[in-house]
């Protein structure tokens, strides 16, 4: 791929960023990295000069019931009267026959600002007519999707009319340059239609509690001298519980809200700070963030999936401490979500393209191995498509890449098979000893090579001295004509005239009550070659496989938590197709290692109830939702057995996994274990379909799968069963089947008890 498709598919991918964020798709992301900002930021300092005069509880019990009397708010004016400014954040509308005495007080008192709000019903509630000369200001604040306060506008226009902020009156009060003043209101679509202009975002100073408050109570009845007030900007509001109207703001972890006058505390703090929060444009944004994502895109082409993993973390992290740095010393927020989310993509991206490379190098891989394997069945297997990355994320093209590492993986499989077939050919020598161990027959070619070798042909016990030199395995040295019958087929090498690999079949040949001794020498030698060769390809392939199938499922995880609708459908198919090889590859690997004998296994003392109790733990997950109830059956002791704990456990898991497939739901799978006499015994029964007769002896076969009615869509590989009873007769064990064709099978694990339980 040209480097030209790469930087095109990264701004296709920022320009739909871009457009996501300019919709307003990661609002809600953003407002919680806002909110956090000011969690880790903490509270700071306000103004001094800004008190908060509380109607609490302690007031509304001494002073009265609410609303408390006018009477009781002349009190309070005159007691403040050195404050700079008194603000009420209590709605006067309401007409009283204590407004005049009301407003004889404000005049004499410091300057006043009242409340304005537009109520429910999209009506005006100003002053009282009494009241009304008195400068007044609306007490609006912008609640977000999430119902937090973050904004206030400080101009509204509504029914031809222009209404500053309530906080804006403060501040122009206090000496500060007005924000509606000159302003012209526009023509309003209908009457019910509201403007809102000059946005402020609110920078609180901390949680509920942070602006100092003195009891209105306390204030009228003199429990503060007048200097307490002196200069002050004092606003009036209330704080009892059951009154206040509760405001969530970003400090409010738990949601617990803040009063409305404490709202309005804040703004005017910001205002006389000129520290409200200024928020960077999406213009902005994207010039800062864009170049840093594009570096990161070309990063992340020349290095490993570790290392990119770790930039990314780095990046995130230091972006997020730069977007804190200028939230806490400049007061500046840049919204980060769209710009992380950047990073994200083009890395996922760049795995992409570096995934659809590493498909391009693993077909090389299997042509450059394919001139060694034979082609089962004379068809041309899949090879690996090179529509790019587009073909990995349609249907169509996972399939075919799927296909691909399955064609790999047959020809795999079929290359083992041909190979165990070739023991079919001729026999290369016969000898045929009598009861008293003399040569009563062979044949030229076992004369000539046991000539040829110095091993001595006319006794049979001085032929198995001779032989047993030869063998390869070592287990199998002992001359002794009995351990050979118990052995089997034993493998010797002999190199005169050439390299040579011979398979002694030895046996018994019962003629007329006397028993004679049969050595049947087959040339495996071609055999071996193949064995070694296909070890060499098992080699190639099990390196070359795993790391790209790896890639595939860490990539399309990746997309699967990224991606959206179809697309995430398709991650989806990937990563389950994966799973699925990789299961299949490792199981074969498994079934390899066991047939020849390359598993070693790791036998300690294990407890065979806990190893069961833990495997039921495992596949619960996959017994409820099956709806099928997974029972145990094992005894609280018993004495441990000498077993591989690791394989053990697959192997149970693997018949768990099998009686679940193959039951309906609600019908249980019991796990047993029992003791015998020289034995420990599991067992995994079920009520499932059960096995037909014809199918009993063959379940073991690798790859071979029953059809069984009400079993078509199951799905699996053929190899489970097959890797059972290899690994328990590894480990000295048997394996028992007991079925009843649609009643359900009884799979019994028999394993030699090893160790006794201590006297």
């Known amino acids: 791929m040209m480097p030209i498709r790469k930087i095109l598919l990264a701004a296709l991918c920022l320009l739909l960023l871009l457009g996501l964020e300019y919709l307003g798709c990661f609002e809600g992301m953003n407002n919680y990295f806002y909110d956090l900002a000011f969690r880790f930021r903490g509270p700071e300092r306000p103004l001094d000069k800004i008190l908060i005069a509380a109607v609490d509880e302690k007031t509304l019990d001494r002073l009265g019931p609410w609303p408390l009397k006018r009477t009781c708010y002349a009190s309070l004016l005159e007691k403040m009267k050195p404050s700079g400014i008194v603000a009420?954040?209590?709605l006067l509308?309401?007409?009283?026959p204590f407004d005049p005495l009301l407003a004889e007080a404000m005049k004499k008192g410091p300057p006043?600002?009242?409340?304005?709000?537009?109520?429910?019903?999209?009506?005006?509630?100003?002053?009282?007519?009494?009241?009304?000369?008195?400068?007044?200001?609306?007490?609006?604040?912008?609640?977000?999707?999430?119902?937090?306060?973050?904004?206030?506008?400080?101009t509204l226009y509504f029914q031809g009319r222009l209404l500053p902020s309530f906080a804006s009156m403060v501040h122009e009060l206090a000496g500060g340059r007005s924000l509606s003043r000159g302003a012209h209101p526009p023509e309003p679509e209908d009457e019910k239609t509201i403007f809102q202009e000059n946005l402020m975002r609110i920078n609180y100073a901390g949680g509920p509690g942070t602006i100092p408050r003195v009891s209105v109570c306390d204030v009228v009845q003199g429990a503060y001298p007048e200097d307490h007030f002196r200069g002050r900007i004092v606003l009036v509001g209330i704080t009892a519980m059951g009154l206040v109207d509760s405001v969530t703001t970003p400090y409010a972890e738990t949601r617990m809200g803040m009063s409305g006058v404490e709202v309005q505390a804040n703004i005017v703090n910001n205002l006389l700070l000129g520290n409200e929060i200024r928020v960077v444009s999406l213009a902005a944004s994207w010039l800062i963030g864009i170049p840093v994502a594009l570096l990161l895109y070309g990063l992340f082409f020349r290095m490993t999936e570790?290392?990119?993993?770790?930039?990314l973390i780095a990046a995130v992290m230091i972006y997020s401490l730069l977007t804190l740095l200028a939230f806490f010393v400049w007061h500046v927020w840049n919204p980060p979500a769209a710009t992380m989310l950047s990073f994200l993509v083009l890395l996922t991206l760049a795995y992409l393209l570096k995934l659809h490379a590493a498909a391009e190098?693993?077909?090389?891989?299997?042509?450059?191995?394919?001139?060694?394997?034979?082609?089962?069945?004379g068809k041309d297997e899949p090879g690996y498509g090179r529509e790019g990355i587009a073909g990995l994320l349609t249907p169509r093209g996972i399939q075919r890449q799927a296909l691909s590492l399955h064609g790999i993986a047959h020809?795999?499989?079929?290359?083992?098979?041909?190979?165990?077939?070739?023991?079919?050919?001729?026999?290369?020598?016969?000898?045929?000893f009598d009861p008293d161990g003399r040569l009563m027959l062979a044949n030229g070619d076992i004369h000539r090579l046991c000539a040829e070798n110095e091993i001595f042909l006319n006794a049979r016990d001085r032929f198995l001295s001779d032989l047993a030199g030869h063998v390869l395995e070592k287990e199998a040295s002992e001359p002794a004509f009995e351990q050979w019958l118990q052995m089997g087929a034993i493998t010797v090498f002999l190199d005169r005239p050439e390299r040579r690999y011979l398979k002694v079949d030895v046996s018994l040949l019962p003629v007329a009550e006397k028993a004679y001794s049969l050595f049947l020498l087959t040339d495996i030698t071609q055999v071996k070659e193949v064995e070694l060769l296909k070890g060499q390809i098992v080699s190639i392939v099990s390196h070359e496989l795993r790391t790209p199938m790896a890639n595939i499922q860490g990539f399309s995880e990746l997309l699967a938590g990224s991606l959206e609708g179809d697309l995430k459908q398709y991650a989806g198919i990937v990563l389950e197709e994966s799973e699925r090889l990789t299961k299949f590859v490792n199981t074969f690997l498994d079934i390899n290692r066991l047939e020849e004998g390359r598993e070693r296994m790791e036998k300690t003392p294990v407890s065979v109830p806990d190893l069961v109790r833990k495997a039921?733990?495992?596949?619960?997950?996959?017994s409820k939702g099956k709806g099928i109830e997974l029972l145990a059956e094992v005894p609280a002791d018993m004495a441990p057995v000498l077993l591989d704990r690791d394989v053990t456990e697959q192997v149970l898991l693997n018949l768990i996994e099998n009686a679940l497939k193959y039951s309906p739901p609600n019908r249980p799978v019991i796990l047993r274990v029992a003791e015998g006499p020289d034995s420990v015994i599991i067992e995994v029964a079920d009520k499932g379909y059960g096995i037909r007769d014809e199918d009993r002896d063959r379940i073991f076969d690798k790859f071979y799968?029953?059809?069984?009615?009400?079993?078509?869509?199951?799905?699996?590989?053929g190899l489970g069963l097959a890797f059972v009873k290899r690994a328990v007769e590894a480990q000295g064990g048997r394996v028992i089947v007991r079925s009843v064709f649609g009643k359900g099978s009884t799979f019994s694990l028999v394993f030699p008890r090893a160790v006794r339980p201590e006297m």
């Open 93 to 96: 509308s309401e007409p009283s």
């Open 306 to 311: 570790g290392s990119c993993l770790l930039l």
């Open 705 to 717: 799968r029953a059809n069984v009615a009400g079993a078509e869509t199951v799905k699996g590989s």
């Open 616 to 622: 039921r733990v495992k596949m619960q997950p996959a």
């Open 112 to 154: 006043v600002v009242l409340p304005i709000l537009i109520n429910e019903d999209l009506m005006i509630e100003h002053p009282a007519r009494a009241l009304s000369a008195f400068p007044a200001g609306h007490v609006h604040v912008e609640r977000g999707i999430d119902g937090v306060a973050r904004e206030v506008h400080h």
């Open 361 to 377: 190098s693993l077909g090389a891989t299997y042509a450059a191995i394919r001139p060694h394997l034979r082609n089962a069945g």
């Open 411 to 432: 020809q795999l499989i079929f290359e083992k098979e041909l190979s165990d077939r070739i023991l079919l050919s001729d026999i290369f020598g016969v000898a045929v």
């Open 88 to 90: 009420f954040d209590i």
